[in-house]
Nanobody, 120 residues
Framework: QLQAFGGGLVQAGGSLRLSCAAS????????VAWFRQAPGKEREFVAS??????YYEDSVKGRFTISRDNAKNTVYLQMNNLKPEDTAVYYC?????????????????WGQGTLVTVSS
């Protein structure tokens, strides 16, 4: 089971850190990703990490950082210089394999989502 938390309301230019904690399974170096879904839009890939290798969607490169703390069995998404267009429900997802993918159906474990709202 995955639990995502850390969302909230922030002004443009601000920062938030999202956390994704796993219970009952160990992330280890397996693939973990963040996706987001804005109102009226399709879910989109944001970032993923496998081992320590990171992948990012182009619009968040240089602003978001995905990282992992194996001791805490948690994956983070540090979001800096947030923009109103980053407003969305953010979901963490895992495969508990080393699969590298930007496609949602590749992930079979999902957190409940945490809402990020960026005001202008």
């Amino acid at each position: 089971q995955l639990q995502a938390f850390g969302g909230g309301l922030v002004q443009a230019g601000g920062s938030l850190r999202l956390s994704c904690a796993a219970s009952g399974r160990t992330f280890g170096d397996y693939s973990v990703a963040w996706f987001r879904q804005a109102p009226g839009k399709e879910r989109e890939f944001v970032a993923s990490i496998v081992y320590s290798t990171q992948y990012y969607e182009d619009s968040v490169k240089g602003r978001f950082t995905i990282s992992r703390d194996n001791a805490k069995n948690t994956v983070y998404l540090q979001m800096n210089n947030l923009k109103p267009e980053d407003t969305a429900v953010y979901y963490c997802a895992a495969t508990f394999t080393y699969t590298i993918s930007r496609i949602g159906p590749a992930y079979n474990y999902w957190g409940q989502g945490t809402l990020v709202t960026v005001s202008s």
